[in-house]
């Protein structure tokens, strides 16, 4: 068993039961309800509430986000942007004055040759979107999706690449685009945090500075749901402590804290203990969500949670990883369904310098299926419509071979900024749509380039906010995700 | 009249410049001759009427100015924009008659008139004669309060006298008096006890301390337990940590890889050792910033310039080293005026700065201070480690020998079975050696030089089992040498050229610069030619300078109340708030350089003054009328951060390693934390032993995966500087304190020291209650305890088994299962009190 079963079994065990880790639910509820521990206008008063639901400057079609973000740098011109010409001149070197003045990470400029594409092409759908051979479970949902080919970012390097794409700054200590959002609208759960991140596998290059929320308090912050012992750190209870304990304990700090609240009172206090409750509930919630018993088996088979790798690349995760990525993507709808605001999927590493043809398969493998039954679930449950689903990575791939010193053959792609591909669905998007071109090697963006930032202001539009009216105040300046450009893109709007 | 002649010669003036164009050799003298074009006549009024507002003494937008000739022909960041006699190649000229693609001026404002600019061509083309002025240029000047001179404000009088402890008092008390507030009460003997032990040293009094202090019935009790947290050591373990903030420590690299810095532990002993001996706060400032340019410098001096090694690195393949070489000196820039300046200094790394008085090209000018630095790691022994290591050292080359020996004799043993292994060599596996090998075999074994023998040992070596094994161990030996700690450090290097970088991008230079400081700011007189650091750092800590003195009284009054005189502590500009109190401010600042800079004997003022000393307890009646608590009618209730929580409830339960200073630490921490990270670069080896209960300032901060708790309690993530942390509570901080396997560990062994007490059980629980939160229980709360921990009872009777295991290791002697459990559980409660985690 992965360690993710094992978990499963243990928290369902421990939830139908009652016993162990959490206080059941029911319980809880009860005696939540009993107490009235958290009086409505309590919940939703921000000095008390942080996370307290109010509306964005005008009503958004997207309520909540899944964001799925591949690190690495996904090889654009074997997935979504098909170049032929690539085939016609492999082995040739390209014109000077395309890579004049460019800088590479790795690759040698004098001797570098284009690398043509083996992948196949095919149209699909009603709007007949170009997919290759690598999706074809994504093949079969182009009619929701707004493809866009023509994305740039100044960032070349991983990890100022994810801080941009995922903070709007190549800089460490700034918001991500989830704690904004969380911020800005509060959150829906009341028993679960509002911007939970999930990753399967290693970890990326940018670790918990993808999720973090820079100078806006940790209130917003994304909460790693763990993938090996507790869902949420510090969840469960200290062995040996009974339910019964708990609950005395409870009351205890409840009391104690409402007497040196008559003494001091400071609002501050009945805020620690709205917190402590909300903890509580937390503990209740976080293994229900992990409680699988009444989705059908057709559809934990659809997200392919039964599948295994079959062990061909251990760079994406080593085994179980295929597993965990389903598991993600379902665990995603779920926390869609129980009001949380935004949920990242991480997965590390897409970065295919050399040997791109089989470790992009054995990635595709694993990703491919789970994503696409995301979003056919999330349809028939009608989320869709207000669920924006994003993919995105840090840049693309060079149509240039990799001929990095040292590499005995080239087999792979360096890293591409100029122009490469993400998709957007549902939460208001116009789905069945190519966005962009970029020029017959794929190369430059030659129509409608799409910066970072308009991207990021698209998001927050959807969401009901005016990207430049969004701020925070911070060392004297008032900071935004957008920094100082970004433009809505009218044409993904539906 | 006037007019039409005026029109008329311009006409004239128009026409010339066309001819100037066309024949560019003759034409200025023959224009010279026709129409000499006067300055002050001619063209100042078009400077005044179009340029100045933007290019004059109050604002230098590109870096222009054209209000002084000195500066006009120095031109702008991109460089000079007038060059006399060639009005084609003056830049003046192309942004005003529509022929540079990319700029156009007046930016928003009406365009020249065709005469003016014929008028401006043609005094080009003449020589651009400016005649000198008797005066330099004027300084750039801002009214901003902030930017003026300290003065020494007179104390003021008020009504109630003797509320006055100190001066303080009588600033906060005039403004209260006017607003007719009273002040609160003094806070009780022993909350005030608590408050202060925790603001001086992080740490809450012991039973023992409370005991003495509660003796102590003299009226200098107070003013005697201030004195011993000033000279405890961990004064300078609590004072560290807020400096820590403002430098932005980290242990790791923070990009990518975020490789650890195991040296930079260094300096922050040398921060908490310079505070422990109340060095001088000029001298601290610059020894950070310089302490390697004075002279004679000392290896403390030097390991003191660590404070601006903690910018962060990218050692990622493939980047452009140059690029962030070039962003860590942006960062010094801007936090070094950040802490000393409360200025956002990283707008004019693009730009000028929108709403204060400071130029991008000031920028590059103080980035000049920094360009040419090295960062070298040096070695910085402790106090007694180079004895120590002598025979370590010595061990180690013994070592070293005898791997040497059995190398060499393994050698001779594969020169001796060379014959045979010739002898043996059949032609197929001869055919599949290496071309220089074959070669060497060609030559009959007599007639072969040493070198070719050579060759073929070589050979044999590297498929050799034990030779390899025996290299391998040689290079993990030497790997493992023992040395002494070394110390992150910046060396003045070669000089480089600095230029003002178009839009902040390094690959786009415009104007070379000097280094030099802001003119808005006080006089810069450096001892050096060019100017150096050293320079820098005397001019930042001149007593003329308007804002360090203020900067840094302000943060740390607002360690004592929450909020800054000024609250927004990192902006002093324009768009900042304006000081509560601003004569308060002053004369603190002026108090504080008066004081000889002396830390400590600015936290003994602010600790022993009737403000300080206030109840926190809140006061609905002023909710209205000062949210905020802006007029100190009160102190403030401060959660405390996140390193002091940890160490509260490490001291209270006796857990707690009191050891100064030394590497990081790595307290145990929750599995999948440090996985997060790229190819599990961090892997946290959790500490053993005592290391695992040493003090929040000590563990390893790792950027890319800090240490959770510090995160959840709000501690700063180290990027950039951090003059205000954010106190958020949150329904993961209560999940933490209740279950994090450090609180828990600390409730067992709390419960442990109370179970095995003799003695009645209220009385026990008295005891544990004080421990906690330093004040004695009232009735109801010690009623509420008692019944806690009969329920407890109960509940461990139902299956004494099961709740044996939440003991852990602290399971006390002699003592029933079922009470045992019972102090485990008040001890648990006790640590997650709002009241525990707070400063009353």
């Not at chain 1, 941009?164 to 759960?189: A, C, D, I, K």
């Not at chain 2, 032609?427 to 060609?442: C, F, T």
């Not at chain 2, 961090?682 to 890319?704: C, H, K, M, N």
């Not at chain 2, 999940?735 to 179970?755: H, I, P, R, S, Y």
């Amino acid at each position: 068993m992965t360690p993710w079963e094992e978990f499963l079994v243990q928290t369902r065990r421990s939830f139908l039961t009652s016993t162990a880790g959490g206080i059941g639910l029911l319980a809880l509820a009860s005696m939540l309800r009993e107490d009235r521990l958290l009086a409505e206008e309590a919940y939703l008063d921000r000095r008390i509430n942080p996370l307290a639901p109010r509306p964005g400057h005008f009503p958004g079609k997207a309520k909540n986000c899944i964001c799925i973000y591949l690190e690495g740098g996904p090889s654009q011109l074997d997935l979504f942007d098909p170049k032929p010409k690539l085939n016609e001149l492999h082995g040739q070197k390209l014109p000077e004055s395309l890579v004049k003045n460019v800088r590479f990470a790795f690759i040698q400029k004098d001797t570098a040759t284009i690398m043509g594409s083996p992948r196949k092409f095919t149209k699909h759908g009603q709007c007949g979107m170009e997919l290759s051979d690598y999706l074809p479970h994504l093949a079969t949902c182009v009619d929701d999706i707004c493809l866009v080919r023509s994305m740039w970012t100044e960032a070349f390097n991983h990890h100022p690449g994810q801080l941009l794409m995922n903070t709007g700054s190549t800089q460490f200590g700034r918001p991500s685009m989830g704690s904004w959002l969380v911020y800005g609208l509060g959150s829906e759960s009341r028993n679960l945090p509002g911007y939970v991140v999930l990753t399967a596998g290693r970890g990326t290059s940018g670790g918990t500075s993808n999720w973090s929320s820079g100078f806006l308090p940790t209130s917003y912050a994304g909460v790693l749901f763990r993938n090996q012992g507790e869902p949420v750190l510090n969840l469960n209870n200290p062995p040996g402590l009974t339910r019964g304990m708990q609950e005395k304990t409870i009351a205890a700090l409840r009391d104690l804290n409402q007497l040196h609240g008559g003494v001091a009172r400071d609002p501050e206090i009945q805020s620690r203990i709205a917190a402590y409750e909300l903890a509580f509930r937390m503990q209740a919630a976080a293994p229900e969500l992990l409680d699988f018993s009444n989705e059908t088996k057709e559809t934990l088979e659809m997200y392919g949670l039964f599948r295994n790798d079959d062990g061909t690349s251990s760079r994406g995760g080593g085994r179980g990883v295929y597993h965990s990525f389903a598991l993600n993507c379902l665990l995603a709808r779920r926390l869609v369904e129980r009001g949380v605001r935004f949920v990242s999927i991480f997965h590390a590493s897409w970065d295919h310098h050399s040997n791109l043809d089989k470790e992009l398969a054995f990635n595709c493998k694993m990703a491919d299926q789970p994503i696409a039954a995301l979003l056919k679930d999330l349809k028939r449950r009608g989320l869709l419509d207000s669920t924006l689903v994003i993919w995105l990575s840090e840049f693309g791939r060079t149509p240039l071979g990799e001929n990095r010193p040292g590499f005995t053959s080239v087999s792979g792609r360096d890293h591409h900024p100029f122009a490469f591909s993400i998709w957007l669905a549902g939460g208001g998007i116009k789905g069945g749509q190519v966005i962009g071109k970029t020029d017959e090697l794929g190369w430059n963006v030659v129509e409608d380039p799409i910066h970072v930032h308009d991207l990021h202001a698209t998001i927050l539009h959807l969401f009901g906010f005016d990207h430049t009216k969004l701020t925070y105040r911070f060392q004297g300046r008032d900071f935004r995700l957008t920094d100082i450009g970004g433009r809505v893109i009218t044409k993904m709007l539906a | 009249m006037r007019m039409l002649v005026l029109s008329w010669l311009w006409g004239l003036g128009l026409l010339l410049a066309w001819a100037s164009a066309q024949s560019p050799k003759e034409a200025p003298s023959r224009a010279r001759e026709a129409s000499a074009i006067q300055f002050e006549r001619d063209i100042q009024p078009i400077f005044a009427k179009h340029c100045l507002s933007c290019h004059g003494p109050r604002k230098a937008k590109g870096g222009l100015r054209l209000d002084h000739p000195d500066l006009a022909f120095k031109g702008g960041n991109s460089g000079p924009v007038i060059v006399p006699g060639d009005s084609r190649k003056s830049r003046l000229i192309r942004v005003v008659d529509g022929s540079d693609p990319d700029l156009k001026m007046p930016e928003g404002g009406k365009p020249l008139s065709q005469e003016e600019i014929a008028k401006l061509r043609a005094w080009i083309d003449q020589g651009a004669h400016w005649p000198k002025p008797a005066a330099g240029p004027t300084a750039l000047r801002s009214d901003h309060w902030a930017y003026q001179p300290i003065r020494r404000p007179a104390i003021p009088a008020v009504k109630n006298t003797a509320w006055v402890r100190n001066p303080i008092d009588a600033f906060v008390l005039a403004r209260l008096e006017q607003e007719g507030i009273a002040p609160s009460p003094e806070a009780d003997r022993l909350t005030l006890l608590r408050r202060v032990s925790l603001d001086l040293t992080g740490l809450p009094p012991t039973l023992e301390e409370i005991e003495a202090f509660l003796r102590d019935s003299s009226s200098e009790a107070y003013e005697r337990a201030v004195d011993r947290l000033l000279n405890s050591p961990h004064y300078g373990e609590r004072w560290a940590r807020h400096w820590l903030d403002l430098a932005r420590y980290a242990d790791s690299d923070g990009y990518e890889k975020d490789l650890g810095r195991p040296w930079a532990w260094r300096w922050r002993n040398w921060v908490i050792d310079a505070l422990n001996q109340d060095k001088p706060f000029d001298q601290f400032v610059i020894e950070q910033l310089a302490g390697d340019l004075l002279p004679n410098a000392s290896i403390e001096q030097k390991v003191a310039t660590g404070f601006h090694r903690n910018t962060l690195t990218n050692r990622e393949g493939g980047v452009d080293q140059e690029q962030f070489r070039v962003e860590a000196v942006v960062d010094r820039v801007n936090t070094t005026f950040a802490v000393f300046f409360g200025t956002t200094m990283n707008c004019c790394q693009c730009h000028d700065h929108k709403y204060d008085p400071f130029t991008q090209r000031e920028f590059y000018q103080i980035f000049a201070f920094f360009n040419n630095d090295q960062e070298v790691d040096i070695p910085a022994p402790m106090p007694g480690e180079e004895e120590a290591l002598r025979p370590k050292l010595a061990a180690h080359e013994r070592q070293r020998q005898e791997l040497l020996q059995a190398l060499e004799k393994r050698r001779q043993e594969l020169r001796q079975q060379l014959g045979n292994w010739e002898a043996q060599l059949t032609d197929a596996a001869r055919s599949k050696l290496p071309a220089n090998v074959q070669a060497v075999l060609q030559t009959p074994p007599a007639s072969r030089t040493e070198a070719q023998t050579q060759v073929l040992l070589d050979h044999l070596a590297a498929s050799d089992a034990t030779l390899v094994a025996l290299n391998k161990k040689l290079q993990a030996h030497d790997r493992n040498k023992p040395t002494v700690t070394h110390a992150q450090t910046l060396r003045l290097g070669q000089l480089r050229k600095t230029h003002v970088l178009i839009r902040g991008d390094f690959l786009r230079p415009g104007a070379e610069v000097q280094p030099g400081t802001p003119a808005v700011l006080h006089p810069f007189q450096p001892k050096h030619n060019p100017p150096n650091r050293l320079d820098l750092a005397e001019w930042i800590v001149d007593p003329a300078n308007p804002l360090t003195p203020r900067v840094t009284v302000n943060w740390i009054w607002q360690r004592y109340f929450g909020r800054g005189i000024v609250p927004t502590v990192n902006d002093f500009g324009t768009q900042g708030e304006k000081p509560s109190h601003p004569e308060l401010l002053d004369w603190l600042a002026s108090e504080f350089i008066r004081q000889g800079w002396s830390l400590k004997k600015l936290h003994r003022l602010i600790v022993t003054s009737a403000t300080y000393r206030q109840s926190s307890a809140y006061r609905p009646e002023l909710e209205q009328r000062d949210p905020y608590n802006a007029l100190l009618a009160r102190q403030n209730r401060l959660r405390l951060e996140a390193e002091v929580i940890r160490d509260n409830a490490l001291a209270v339960s006796g857990l707690l390693v009191r050891r100064i200073g030394g590497p990081s630490v790595r307290p145990p921490q929750p599995p999948g934390i440090s996985e997060l990270t790229y190819a599990g670069s961090a892997r946290w080896v959790e500490s053993t032993g005592p290391d695992r209960y040493r003090r929040g300032l000590y563990i390893w901060f790792q950027r890319t995966s800090p240490y959770p708790t510090l995160v959840l309690f709000d501690a700063p993530d180290s990027n950039v500087c951090c003059m205000k942390r954010e106190r958020s509570n949150t329904p993961l901080q209560s999940l933490t304190l209740l279950n994090d396997v450090v609180f828990v560990e600390c409730a067992q062994a709390f419960g442990k020291q109370w179970a095995e007490r003799p003695g009645e059980l209220r009385d026990r629980l008295r005891l544990a209650f004080r421990t906690a939160l330093t004040r004695e229980p009232t009735a109801s709360e010690l009623s509420r305890l008692e019944t806690l921990w009969h329920e407890f009872v109960a509940e461990a009777e139902r299956d004494p088994k099961a709740s044996e295991v939440l003991l852990g290791q602290y399971r006390p002697a002699n003592v029933p299962l079922p009470q045992a459990v019972a102090w485990v559980g008040v001890a648990r409660v006790l640590l997650n009190l709002d009241e525990f985690i707070t400063r009353e």
